[in-house]
């Protein structure tokens, strides 16, 4: 790991969703508008979805219109029928834009949504509301059915175990070192998403005698920004205080970004973390400690946590507040293979 410049996050206008030439006006705003009430307008209009949503939609519209351009088909707008025939593409084997494997239903599932928010954005019909949507509409049904038995691939959690022997091989004391295993030991037992974990600034965290008080503005679960506070227990084995303590002291950070870029060289800049950079971290520290990198993500950390509570009987309420899902559903994949064989029905008699 020599460095975290690994770019700057796509936060072009959200007119950049369409880069096609002439590119239409997505944000039909009155020609009358002050140049300040214009640019106030379109700030909040694309603060309307996550930028993670943005950047994952002007990727997929990119690869939609250069499929269209391909085939002179139109991309905006697009009909039901050119709209079914990519996405059936995506579903098959071989396709170029698709790095030459299937995709899940999922991901041609988010194609389509990316498809759908371009031609509202431009305040256009979309394919799925056009006359013929229902060639397109069985289409996607057929996909689904095709791809029912379909597993999605699972990242391995990064459970406490796996996430001491990371943080142990981690053995040196340069300041990606340092951040490292703050990054980690926190990322873990704060549950967090690596959106939310790269955007802690200092101003947001409180050492308590039991830990860190962690305040979260706004997240994935709390796109109004009522805000949220995650309390990351301390302990002997993550030992999250101390890392984070060291972390500070060695890159002599008093204010903003708590996980920040580093350079080529190892020298600390003042910009944060991408999400990215965190499944890289992830990645390369499970790869030193011996594990396959492949098997991880950024995700691991989160679903670490999940995980290991699950496994030690915690209350699922309990796990539901400190990781801020909306539903104990999305929760029962951590815990279900767990309870699997806890006070079985077989027990008595196996």
């Not at 369409?18 to 944000?27: C, G, I, K, S, V």
């Not at 990519?86 to 041609?108: M, Q, T, V, W």
């Not at 509202?120 to 229902?134: D, I, K, S, V, W």
Request: net charge positive.
């Amino acid at each position: 790991m020599i460095g975290d410049d690994d770019g700057a996050a796509d936060r072009r206008p959200l007119a950049a969703i369409a880069p096609l030439d002439p590119a239409p006006a997505l944000l039909d705003l009155p020609p009358d508008l002050t140049q300040s009430d214009r640019a106030r307008v379109e700030h909040f209009l694309a603060r309307a979805s996550a930028d993670a949503t943005l950047r994952a939609y002007r990727s997929d519209w990119r690869l939609f219109t250069t499929w269209c351009d391909a085939r002179g088909y139109a991309s905006l707008p697009a009909s039901p029928i050119v709209t079914a025939a990519f996405l059936s593409e995506l579903a098959s084997d071989g396709s170029a834009h698709s790095n030459g494997r299937p995709l899940s239903k999922s991901s041609i599932g988010r194609r389509l949504a990316a498809i759908v928010f371009a031609h509202r954005a431009a305040e256009l019909e979309p394919p799925t509301a056009q006359a013929g949507a229902a060639a397109l509409d069985r289409v996607m049904r057929g996909i689904r059915n095709a791809k029912r038995s379909d597993r999605p691939a699972k990242k391995r959690p990064a459970d406490s175990d796996v996430l001491r022997d990371m943080v142990r091989h981690i053995t040196g004391s340069t300041l990606i070192d340092c951040r490292d295993r703050a990054l980690l030991s926190i990322g873990m037992m704060g549950a967090f998403r690596r959106s939310e974990l790269v955007a802690i600034d200092v101003a947001d965290v409180a050492e308590d005698p039991r830990g860190l008080l962690v305040t979260i503005p706004f997240s994935k679960g709390d796109q109004e920004g009522r805000g949220q506070s995650v309390a990351v227990l301390d302990g002997r084995r993550m030992e999250p205080v101390r890392h984070y303590r060291a972390w500070l002291k060695a890159a002599g950070i008093t204010e903003g970004a708590v996980f920040r870029r580093l350079t080529p060289h190892g020298r600390l800049t003042d910009k944060p973390l991408s999400p990215q950079t965190v499944a890289l971290v992830v990645k390369a520290r499970a790869a030193a400690a011996g594990y396959d990198p492949a098997l991880f993500s950024g995700h691991s950390l989160r679903a670490g946590f999940l995980t290991e509570a699950g496994r030690h009987g915690a209350n699922l309420f309990k796990m539901k507040e400190h990781s801020r899902h909306k539903s104990l559903e999305m929760l029962s994949e951590y815990v279900r293979d767990q309870e699997a064989f806890r006070n079985h029905a077989g027990e008595g008699f196996a």
